[in-house]
């Protein structure tokens, strides 16, 4: 019985293994027979650019190859459009949008259009295992006219070295250049460490003056390190000719300028009408960059009927936003902005004199400490006041704004 069973086996066990070398024939025969390189087409023959609707360009791989697709002019200059990408086998063809535009080697015309003239599309591929290779040749024509890249005139940065400390010296560059035609405009900042920082991302320009400006900082006002940055300044036109300019801007001294109010008084508490209060304010630079400071300096006496913009024909008027002051206010003062701390001082540990511009500004270095006494004839005619202090940065806002509060009685 089981010789019987072994003998009617051996014929299935057979017809299973021809059957099994006979599909991976079959399979080798399918893989074998799908080509490196398919179908290779154009949607025309002919492109007109600035038409609107890209060439498409489409090609079928079998297998995965590293393929070039480039065009050659009728002297046989090579364009490349693309150059050995890896491209794995797919059923469906890869598709490729061709403006007319090619890149080019000029480290400021990045691409260009090509001029009207009678072209071959070249399509090649190279198997990624063994020596196989394949390529199609199409006939092209590109029609239209002659249209030369854009240019980007008179390109200036300014100033080329910035110091984005709020100090309202040179803390911003300005970009400033002009466009012959209208173009889509791209500025980036590249930090020393590769950083990209975006200044203006896509916008479309007209042919006219431009001007941007930039605060040395990223989008998101977070600070950046000292250092030469590298710019470019990138246009593109509507027949894709693209070209950019160059060059390096420096940053030193940045920084958030930080200050903080670390005692403060003010006295007497009782006073007649006509008499003077004083109060003692001392101030420390705590952040890492100097503080710009400018105003009437320690011991200046003030009215109530005066302001600080009143002194000397407005000599200590509020400027630009990288001065630091400290002042003095009071609850009934009903006036907003400008007019709150009628009564400002210097942010200085030195006598005018002494000051970086003698009697006109000075600075509160990282880590100094500035006692300001100022003082205040009261004319008010209020039985009670509630006398404060703060901290004002020009243009910019209060810091520690309402600290000390202080009521004084005043008699009449």
């Not at 190859?65 to 086998?89: E, H």
């Not at 002042?327 to 902005?337: E, I, K, L, P, V």
Request: proline share 8%.
């Amino acid at each position: 019985m089981k010789l019987l069973a072994w003998r009617y086996a051996r014929p299935l066990t057979l017809m299973i293994a021809i059957g099994v070398l006979w599909l991976s024939v079959l399979g080798l025969h399918g893989c074998a027979a799908a080509p490196l390189l398919g179908a290779v087409t154009a949607s025309a023959e002919r492109y007109d650019p600035g038409s609107g609707t890209p060439l498409a360009i489409s090609y079928e791989i079998g297998r995965p190859a590293l393929v070039d697709i480039y065009i050659l002019d009728a002297g046989g200059q090579r364009y490349d459009l693309r150059l050995a990408q890896p491209r794995a086998a797919a059923s469906d063809p890869y598709i490729l949008r061709f403006d007319g535009s090619v890149p080019t080697d000029d480290p400021e015309v990045l691409r260009r259009l090509l001029p009207p003239g009678q072209y071959t599309l070249v399509v090649a591929a190279r198997a990624i295992e063994g020596n196989e290779s394949a390529e199609r040749r199409l006939p092209l024509t590109i029609g239209g006219a002659v249209i030369e890249p854009p240019q980007i005139e008179n390109l200036i940065v300014w100033p080329p070295v910035i110091s984005p400390n709020a100090d309202a010296i040179d803390d911003v560059a300005e970009f400033t250049y002009r466009l012959p035609v209208s173009a889509t405009v791209n500025i980036d900042v590249i930090a020393p460490n590769g950083e990209v920082i975006p200044v203006v991302t896509r916008e479309e320009e007209g042919p006219y003056e431009q001007r941007h400006v930039w605060n040395g900082k990223r989008p998101n006002g977070s600070l950046l390190d000292a250092g030469v940055y590298t710019y470019t300044v990138r246009a593109e036109d509507t027949f894709g000719n693209v070209v950019q300019r160059q060059g390096q801007i420096t940053l030193v001294d940045t920084g958030q300028p930080e200050a903080r109010i670390v005692y403060s008084m003010i006295a007497p508490q009782r006073v007649m009408l006509g008499e003077v209060i004083t109060v003692t304010i001392r101030v420390r630079n705590t952040g890492t960059v100097p503080i710009r400071t400018y105003g009437p300096p320690s011991g200046y006496e003030y009215t109530t009927d005066e302001v600080f913009s009143s002194v000397e024909n407005g000599i200590y008027a509020a400027q630009a936003g990288g001065f630091w002051r400290v002042g003095m206010d009071w609850d009934a003062n009903s006036g907003g902005g400008p007019k709150r701390y009628p009564y400002r001082w210097a942010i200085s540990p030195r006598p005018p004199e002494e000051w970086a511009q003698p009697f006109v500004e000075d600075f509160l270095y990282p880590g100094e400490e500035a006692e300001i006494i100022g003082r205040l004839r009261i004319l008010q005619r209020e039985t009670r006041m509630g006398f404060y202090v703060g901290l004002i940065q020009d243009g910019v806002g209060f810091f520690q704004d309402r600290t000390g509060r202080t009521i004084i009685d005043v008699g009449f």
